[in-house]
């Protein structure tokens, strides 16, 4: 059974930092890209971050600088590290675990930046 569990996620500071965590379990975490998605509340969800099998990165124009991603393929698990955090990073983030056959989702996890 295909898992990704994310957490980490709560209410921060303006420029506070958190960490987020997808772990997963059910397929061969290794062999698959990983995506970290975020939707803001009344809006569409938008890619943030991606990590490909070897480590290739990218990140949209509004997280560049402040957000990175990583994975431990011994652990199953991929990360986001968040820092200066704005208002407007708020949202749901969502795990994605992809291949060109496979797509997995994660529940989410709730991000709220405000002082």
């Known amino acids: 059974q295909v898992q990704l569990v994310e957490s980490g996620g709560g209410l921060v500071q303006p420029g506070g930092s958190l960490r987020l965590a997808c772990a997963t379990s059910?397929?061969?975490?290794?062999?698959?890209?990983m995506r970290w998605y975020r939707q803001a509340p009344g809006k569409e969800r938008e890619l943030a971050a991606r990590?490909?099998?070897?480590?290739?990165?990218y990140y949209a124009d509004s997280v560049k600088g402040r957000f990175a991603i990583s994975r431990d393929n011994a652990k199953n698990t991929v990360y986001l590290q968040m820092n200066s955090l704005k208002p407007e990073d708020t949202g749901v983030y969502y795990c994605n675990a992809y291949t060109v056959v496979h797509n997995h989702w994660g529940q989410g996890t709730q991000v709220t930046v405000s002082s």
């Open positions: 990590i490909g099998t070897g480590g290739i990165t």
């Open positions: 059910g397929f061969t975490f290794s062999s698959y890209a």
